[in-house]
């Protein structure tokens, strides 16, 4: 019964990391849509800041509640990128649009690879709701490493529809969650 108790606890932990993880991608993709004076730094430092927030929540979700699981060298592994990715690009904002795209694109692609690779080891409720998030991040990265030339707003753009789906996907994601754990108590 110890055992039960302690996976609620871990799944309603997940819950509250995904709900976090969805509003302020959604918030930060909102903020790319509709922000008129955006340029290259704003968009750059925006995406920083949200794969250092994600690549250290991850970080730390991984340590706490992974590390015994089979597939936790690649929840880790998705974390320590997240993390170098997004402070790359908060420490180095001047960088190329080029290098952008393929930053958080190549991300966007690894992290919806692993999230399918991982799948197979979570509750079979949890099932669709990774394979959905893991599948509109991996086409949401090859998208946006499609056009490397693309101009800042269209970067913009695709960043910001990206960071609005992807957090009502985190959304949704936490409500599955939620539901799961009160079905189970």
């Not at 991300?107 to 509109?136: C, F, H, K, N, Y």
Request: proline share 3%; charged share 10%; no cysteine.
């Amino acid at each position: 019964m110890a055992e039960d108790r302690s996976a609620i606890s871990i799944v309603r932990e997940s819950t509250v990391l995904a709900y976090t993880v969805g509003a302020i991608t959604l918030v930060a993709g909102l903020v790319l849509l509709f922000w008129p004076d955006r340029t290259l730094t704003v968009v750059a430092r925006l995406a920083g800041i949200l794969l250092v927030v994600v690549g250290t929540g991850d970080l730390i979700e991984t340590v706490r509640h992974h590390r015994g699981m089979s597939y936790w060298p690649l929840l880790l592994l998705r974390a320590v990128i997240n993390l170098a990715f997004g402070l790359a690009l908060v420490f180095w904002p001047g960088i190329t649009v080029g290098v952008l795209v393929w930053l958080v694109g190549l991300d966007l692609v690894i992290a919806g690879a692993i999230g399918l690779l991982a799948r197979g080891q979570m509750a079979p409720e949890l099932r669709s709701a990774i394979t959905s998030r893991s599948v509109v991040t991996i086409l949401f990265g090859i998208a946006i490493m499609v056009w490397p030339d693309a101009t800042v707003a269209v970067v913009a753009f695709l960043v910001g529809a990206l960071l609005v789906v992807v957090g009502l996907v985190f959304l949704w994601s936490g409500h599955a969650i939620s539901k799961v754990t009160v079905t189970q108590q």
